[in-house]
């Protein structure tokens, strides 16, 4: 791992957040972004290197909704940074980490994206994140 990504908060209306967070950063966010797959639309700040991922549901059934509903809204997950997303889960794997995905999926912000349950890492859930190389040589 590499670098702290991101941190995604979750949150109830993005929109009233974004003000929010535009006024705590002195930063407007430099996309918005819908993760059908994940039922959330997501929107990214950037602070030096890291980012902060604002995240709201889009359905009742979504892993923000839940939180939500269970914790109320705040830090909902930490991503690292890595190189190639497969090799980091098979180790995760490897070390007895329970992961929820068994392959990289695609997630927001140009990702390839794994998490690992909070249960196996102290009640922090954990993502993975590789960038996807758009660039064509
Ligand atoms: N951080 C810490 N603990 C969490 C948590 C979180 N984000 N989400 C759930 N939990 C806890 C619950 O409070 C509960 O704890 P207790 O048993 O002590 O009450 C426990 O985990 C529940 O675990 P579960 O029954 O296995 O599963 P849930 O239905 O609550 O789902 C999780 C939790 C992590 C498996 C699910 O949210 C998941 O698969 N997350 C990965 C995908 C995701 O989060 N997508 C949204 C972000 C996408 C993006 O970044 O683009």
Redesign the pocket.
Same mark, same amino acid.
């Given at each position: 791992m590499n670098k702290i990504e991101h941190i !995604?908060i979750a949150v109830k209306d993005i929109h009233v957040s974004n003000e929010l967070f535009s006024k705590l950063l002195n930063t407007t966010p430099y996309k918005m972004e819908e +993760?059908e797959s994940?039922g +959330?639309i997501?929107s990214f700040f950037m602070v030096g290197e890291t980012k902060i &991922?604002l995240?709201q549901a889009t359905r009742p059934d979504? =892993?923000?909704a @839940?939180?939500i509903e /269970? @914790?109320g809204e705040g830090i %909902? %997950?930490i =991503?690292f940074g890595v190189k190639n997303a497969q090799t980091e889960l098979e180790r995760l794997l490897a070390n007895g980490f329970e992961m929820?995905n068994q392959t990289p999926k695609q !997630? =927001?912000d140009n990702k390839l994206?794994a998490?690992a %349950?909070? /249960?196996s890492t102290n !009640? +922090?859930?954990t &993502?993975i994140c590789q960038e996807i190389n758009t660039h064509v040589l």
């Open positions: !995604g +993760v994940e +959330v997501t &991922e995240l979504s =892993a923000i @839940k939180f /269970k @914790k %909902h %997950h =991503a929820l !997630g =927001a994206i998490f %349950h909070p /249960k !009640g +922090v859930l &993502e």
